[in-house]
């Protein structure tokens, strides 16, 4: 079965700095990826998701995502961000007929 | 449209005591799932259904029983609640139409097992 790590589990960054948070998933083939936000007291939004083609994804709010295959990797980056960027930051990957999450990265960043 | 709903809010049980957590969408999504979010753990899947009358288990299962009866509602039941199922609980659904399918999620139920 597919498992996604992401290695940041806290980052703490100051505003306009650039940000980039690991996503690994476990084995190739065909895969789907996204990376879903949770604002503090909020659900989960999703952020961009890779299914096929470019492999650099354009989100929401300025974020975006680069699918290297031969890495398994899906990192999300921003180049600069905001106070209001504070949230967890989850990456997930969809196994058959289930989205397999990682464990959160939550980034604070400071005015 | 409504989105993904679910009820309670906030919910307080003793051990041993059974609830029903509530999640319906409006959205004819044939795909449904529970999740539970830990800290350091992120989102694990308890039970998914891709369609009425169909379920199936994810990665943390026991404890948990669910039902698809209707399209709309995916009811998680607790049969007896222990201190370990304290958690935040989030219903998610998604269309099935091949590889463009986007989970959207219900605010969260915040359960506290005394």
């Known amino acids: 079965a597919q498992s996604v790590s992401q290695h940041n589990h806290h980052v703490i960054l100051s505003e306009a700095a650039s940000l980039e948070l690991g996503c690994n998933y476990s084995y190739g083939g065909t895969v789907n990826l996204f990376w879903y936000v949770q604002y503090p007291g909020q659900h989960l939004q999703l952020l961009l998701k890779?299914?096929?083609?470019?492999?650099l994804v354009k989100g929401i709010k300025g974020f975006e995502a680069e699918f290297i295959k031969s890495k398994f990797s899906f990192n999300l980056r921003k180049p600069s961000v905001q106070w209001s960027d504070t949230a967890e930051y989850f990456c997930?990957?969809?196994?058959?007929?289930?989205?397999?999450f990682g464990t959160g990265t939550r980034l604070q960043v400071f005015p | 449209n409504a989105g993904v709903t679910q009820t309670p809010k906030f919910q307080v049980l003793k051990t041993g005591q059974s609830m029903t957590l509530q999640c319906a969408q409006d959205m004819n999504h044939e795909y449904m799932s529970w999740y539970r979010q830990d800290p350091g753990m992120g989102l694990r899947l308890i039970h998914y259904?891709?369609?009425?009358?169909?379920?199936d288990q994810g990665e943390v299962p026991n404890g948990y029983n669910v039902s698809r009866s209707t399209t709309e509602d995916f009811p998680l039941r607790l049969l007896s609640a222990a201190p370990s199922q304290t958690s935040v609980y989030f219903c998610?659904?998604?269309?099935?139409?091949?590889?463009?399918?986007?989970?959207?999620f219900g605010p969260g139920t915040r359960l506290l097992v005394l």
């Open positions: 259904s891709v369609g009425a009358g169909i379920t």
């Open positions: 997930a990957v969809k196994d058959t007929d289930k989205l397999i």
């Open positions: 890779y299914f096929s083609g470019d492999p």
């Open positions: 998610a659904s998604s269309a099935l139409t091949g590889s463009q399918e986007t989970q959207y």
